[in-house]
């Protein structure tokens, strides 16, 4: 359980950070937190040529509220953004996902931008990060560029960024929207370990009551993290009634080609993703309505 | 073979430390191997049982999952850094042996660290609190009920401490 040996190299900058990945390309990893990559480095899952340490760069570490979303820097702590009154008051839904990211011990050096660039499947913030429609903001020494989460995900584990590109922030939308609920569960064998499913909602509702806006997604279910748009939208214009929340649960969940392993069958996979996407949905509808 | 060695500067216990290490030797290898600071233990090395749970900066983390040098420039206490300046156990480690909540003694640094962590930012946590602190630590003894109970009780100990 000890790591193959590698070269090491502390960034002092993003510039720095990025001059190497130029330089290195794909015998570089890039270590956040390193709360997900260590392991697999102990394990020699990932035997990486260089790891480029970008826990020092204080630029990369900042929560900046702008007029229709909070931007992260990549290497902020879980727990940094976890205890951010004004954050969870703007992006509910992160602040929940985060209360089911591993334990205190690993949020306090897991970073928000890791988790999102690790792309586990089963991960909390990828799928906040798919539902909400996140940004992400990628930075080469040539230029920067900003892809959409739909775009981002692409498979277990990889993502949209190319090797020579470090992930410099997220931002995350925040809904305008007075009446604003969310909500997120998930299941796993004990609280903190890896999800079998994990489902996530949130939605608006108009002063009558009426759903005005919605979105929900499924982790563990596919490849990526997954958002059903148009089966949120089905949502608007009700009153999310329980027929028609089931109903949508129940067909994001047929949508979704989940596989089986060791502790959980497809179809035990499917069931569970129905029933805890309606959950989230009524969950987020309950919260919206008490700001009556 | 002949590895790399980087020079590091820590400050463990409240000692400066430093040292030359490999880029792969663990925290907490070399707290353990090196610095011989063996209250620390070593359970899973993949950041699931907690055994190793040391303070950066005061705050509770796995130093099975980081490497040595990552800690350069940076404050690390282990259990031993807990005791009283005399040597003597501190009001939580005591709690543990009030509330017999060890048994083979594993896992009782994580726990330690996990649970100080806890009373340093929360001095009168809930039981619900004091699970969801220890929740990343694992014990196969006791059956965790009499963790919760030595947490509560150093808890109120400190409180009565404090207000006299």
Excluded at chain 1, 157 to 166: H, P, S, V, Y
Excluded at chain 2, 39 to 52: K, N, R
Excluded at chain 2, 97 to 113: D, K, N, V
Excluded at chain 2, 148 to 156: C, L, P, R
Aim: hydrophobic share 45%.
């Amino acid at each position: 359980m000890k790591a193959a040996p590698f070269e090491y190299v502390r960034a002092g900058s993003i510039g720095e950070a990025c001059e190497v990945l130029q330089r290195e390309g794909d015998a570089v990893k890039v270590v956040a937190g390193g709360q997900s990559l260590i392991p697999m480095m102990a394990m020699r899952l990932v035997r990486p040529g260089w790891l480029l340490d970008i826990n020092e760069i204080a630029a990369l570490k900042f929560v900046a509220m702008d007029k229709d979303a909070v931007r992260i820097g990549a290497c902020t702590r879980q727990s940094t953004v976890e205890r951010d009154q004004e954050l969870a008051a703007r992006v509910p839904l992160l602040r929940q996902a985060l209360a089911w990211v591993g334990h205190i011990q690993t949020r306090n050096r897991g970073t928000i931008g890791g988790s999102i660039v690790h792309a586990d499947p089963c991960a909390e913030l990828p799928l906040v990060a798919r539902v909400l429609g996140a940004r992400m903001v990628l930075r080469s020494t040539a230029a920067a560029r900003t892809v959409e989460a739909d775009a981002f995900f692409s498979g277990p584990m990889m993502t949209a960024t190319d090797a020579n590109e470090c992930l410099e922030e997220v931002q995350w939308p925040a809904w305008g929207e007075r009446r604003t609920g969310s909500a997120f569960t998930e299941i796993s064998n004990r609280h903190g370990d890896f999800a079998m499913v994990s489902a996530a909602a949130q939605l608006s509702l108009g002063d009558d009551g009426r759903c005005v806006r919605a979105a929900f997604g499924l982790g563990g279910m596919g490849q990526t993290p997954l958002a059903f748009p148009q089966l949120a939208q089905r949502l608007v214009g009700t009153r999310l009634e329980d027929e028609i929340v089931k109903s949508v649960a129940h067909d994001a969940a047929a949508q979704s080609d989940p596989g089986s392993d060791l502790f959980a069958t497809a179809a035990y996979r499917r069931h569970l993703a129905g029933v805890l996407a309606a959950r989230v949905i009524s969950a987020a509808h309950a919260q919206a309505g008490s700001k009556g | 073979m002949s590895e790399e060695l980087y020079p590091i500067e820590v400050e463990v216990n409240g000692v400066q430390r430093t040292a030359r290490v490999p880029a792969r030797l663990s925290l907490v290898d070399w707290l353990r191997e090196d610095l011989r600071l063996t209250g620390t233990h070593v359970g899973c090395e993949h950041g699931i049982c907690g055994a190793c749970s040391v303070m950066l900066d005061g705050e509770p983390v796995r130093s099975c999952l980081m490497f040595a040098f990552q800690a350069n420039g940076h404050r690390v206490t282990t259990v031993e850094g807990l005791a009283q300046p005399d040597g003597s156990m501190s009001v939580l480690q005591d709690s543990f042996c009030q509330a017999h909540a060890l048994q083979c003694g594993y896992c009782t640094p994580g726990m330690l660290i996990a649970a100080q962590g806890l009373l340093n930012t929360n001095p009168r946590p809930t039981d619900l609190q004091i699970r969801e602190a220890i929740g990343g630590n694992l014990c196969r003894c006791t059956g965790y009920q009499q963790i919760v109970d030595a947490v509560k009780q150093a808890a109120s100990r400190l409180s009565k401490e404090t207000a006299s």
